[in-house]
């Protein structure tokens, strides 16, 4: 049939225009983002690529960018947000705000940072022998799906002012929002080190974790990090679609199924490694090594701005006193699964993996029958 009279129907935008820009595509329940290919990106100048996770939802993808060593990105502009991870390497970022303010800040592994929306902005590697890996967590399918307009996205001159927080939000400062446990808020627009940011206790999710949720830029962007101890792990929960979850530090490995199933998938966490539970997917987190381990979630619907009412119903922000459904065991209508509820043979798997590592469980008080076997 003629192209021009073929109906168009059932399109995705943000796909199309991936397919147009000649950018490699990266599609996994898992991806080792070391290991991904990235190929030139013009609109860039750098090598980049798109990484799709399966199950992440309609609104977020990753965008994978590799600059050479002494290169930097072309200046640019755009109507999403992005949250940005660095793996590997060291350089800086200059962004530009209305009335020619400018802020530049200076990263190395294990940092994150957010762009705010439609700031311009440019990085650069900082080494002239090395290239620099990074990973931006981004709204673009949601933002393309929506006015399927490139110019629109790329070429808008409007300034956000509001976006822009404070100077010592860009030189590793920020404010600490005491919420509640689980939902404590960490304004700022870039963490120099995720490793060393103070974490606040979240009892709730058990086995001594702790975590923090970031504002970043005043964004719709989510990302969180979440600490467990030595010896210790995390209760089981599911939640809506789209957390782009990464190792930090640590070694330790997540348990992933849906309920009824037989087995568990098992995912040894690795710098550089990002999975994704997806919608309603039970999922829990485990600490093997002898350090505390970290770990970053990046998504599409902050605790500030949660977007859908899955978000809020998992942050317990329908109404005010409402409780996550996160931190609510799924018998009283929650998302979690308490230790006493878990399936007996998660605790004896991880236990099998701390005697090899020769690593003490701390999970005595929560598994007093195994402690006495
Ligand atoms: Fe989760």
Redesign the pocket.
Same mark, same amino acid.
């Given at each position: 049939m003629d192209e021009q009279i073929m109906p168009r129907y059932g399109i995705d935008p943000y796909l199309e225009w991936v397919k147009k820009e000649g950018l490699p595509v990266v599609e996994d329940y898992g991806i080792d983002l070391f290991d991904v290919a990235t190929a030139p990106w013009p609109r860039y100048g750098v090598k980049a690529a798109a990484c799709h996770l399966r199950g992440r939802g309609d609104f977020a993808n990753m965008f994978l960018f590799e600059l050479p060593p002494g290169g930097s990105t072309t200046p640019q502009r755009h109507l999403y947000e992005e949250v940005i991870y660095v793996l590997e390497g060291t350089g800086s970022t200059q962004l530009e705000f209305a009335d020619g303010v400018r802020r530049s800040f200076e990263w190395g592994p294990r940092s994150m940072f957010a762009i705010p929306l439609n700031a311009k902005h440019r990085h650069f590697n900082g080494s002239g022998r090395n290239r620099a890996l990074m990973v931006a967590t981004t709204d673009l399918p949601l933002v393309m799906n929506v006015f399927h307009n490139e110019r629109f996205i790329f070429d808008t001159n409007f300034e956000f002012s509001e976006r822009t927080g404070k100077d010592d939000y860009y030189s590793g400062e920020g404010d600490l929002i005491l919420v509640r446990p689980g939902n404590h808020m960490w304004e700022t627009n870039f963490v120099p080190d995720l490793e060393q940011l103070e974490l606040q206790p979240w009892a709730d999710r058990g086995g001594g974790s702790s975590n923090i949720m970031f504002v970043l830029a005043d964004g719709i962007m989510h990302a969180h990090i979440s600490e467990m101890p030595v010896g210790t792990y995390k209760k089981g +929960?599911?939640?809506g679609p789209g %957390?782009h #979850?990464m190792c930090v530090v640590g070694q330790g490995y997540s348990l992933l199924w849906f309920e009824g199933d037989k087995d568990f998938l098992r995912i040894a966490w690795k710098h550089g490694v990002v999975f994704p539970?997806a919608d309603r997917q039970l +999922?829990q987190h485990f600490n093997t090594s002898n350090r505390p381990a970290r770990y970053l %979630?990046t998504g599409v619907g902050s605790l500030r701005y949660p977007l859908t009412a899955v978000k809020r119903r998992s942050s317990g922000t329908t109404s005010p006193g409402a409780k996550s459904a #996160?931190s609510l065991s799924i018998k009283q209508g929650g998302d979690q699964t308490e230790y006493e509820d878990q399936d007996p043979r998660i605790h004896p798997m991880w236990l099998a993996e701390l005697r090899q590592n020769k690593v003490e469980s701390k999970m005595e008080k929560d598994f007093p029958a195994v402690a006495r076997a």
């Open positions: +929960h599911r939640h %957390a #979850v539970p +999922h %979630a #996160v």
